[in-house]
């Protein structure tokens, strides 16, 4: 058994029958003080059959390229579940993002940093793959995926 295949029965006894997270008490978020609404309503609906709200101070929330999701097509053929390409456009987008003024929930301006920013990916080769590129990258090598390196 791998730790994907691991993650994946313990998500699937925790959920049973249920496409998302239950609400029951103590079992999850109702709001969050760290994400704007543009990325809360996407986790909200897609994990929490909309129950989780944000606070209303993650409104002032802002960046140079604005707020929410972003969809990038990493184009490649056969990478499963790691891809190359894909941490290629991911060190870019990060590196368009770097220096850019963002407003954080008190209303303060500041340049962005990759401190300020969090990769997600689905599976471990790909965080791995990701988490790679970006050590390797001046911009990024400090930020919080670089403690992912020890072992």
């Known amino acids: 058994m791998t730790m994907s295949d691991g993650g994946r029965r313990v998500l699937e006894h925790v959920l049973a029958d249920d496409v998302t997270l239950r609400a029951d008490p103590g079992f999850s978020l109702s709001q ?4 704007h609404a543009d990325v ?7 994990i929490y059959q909309g129950r ?4 209303s101070s993650c409104q002032q929330q802002t960046t140079a390229l604005g707020t929410g999701l972003r ?13 190359p390409e894909e941490a290629d ?14 407003t954080n929930q008190k209303g303060e301006v500041n340049a962005l940093t990759a401190n300020d920013l969090m990769v997600v990916a689905p599976y471990n080769d790909r965080a791995r793959v990701i988490r790679d590129r970006l050590v390797r990258d001046a911009h990024t090598a400090g930020c919080p995926w670089a403690p992912w390196t020890r072992r």
């Open 32 to 35: 969050t003080w760290h994400m």
């Open 40 to 46: 809360c309503s996407f986790i909200s609906a897609q």
């Open 52 to 55: 989780l709200t944000n606070h």
């Open 71 to 83: 969809w990038v097509a990493a184009h490649h053929h056969g990478n499963s579940t790691q891809s």
């Open 89 to 102: 456009l991911i060190a870019a987008e990060i590196g368009r993002l770097i220096g850019t003024p963002w």
